[in-house]
């Protein structure tokens, strides 16, 4: 016969779902781009030290990844106009 919803909590199950997901998965799928993205550029312009140059991509994502890990978990709470 066909898909019947039952009642609305069913809609509303699945769009807070991809409410949720959607993001992540999105920056994920972003950063796998934006990694590869310096090596595919050497490839397509027969760059002679193309690999290095994809590896190098790559670990630039993992830096930028950990460093925003980091910056987010390390903050100091300081009084305005005090020493430190």
Known sequence: MGFQMQSGADFVYWLSFAIIVGPFVAAVWAHYKLGGLAGRIARSRDHPQADAIGVCGWLGQLVSVLGRLRSCGH??????GGSP
């Open 75 to 80: 903050t100091r709470h300081r009084k305005i």
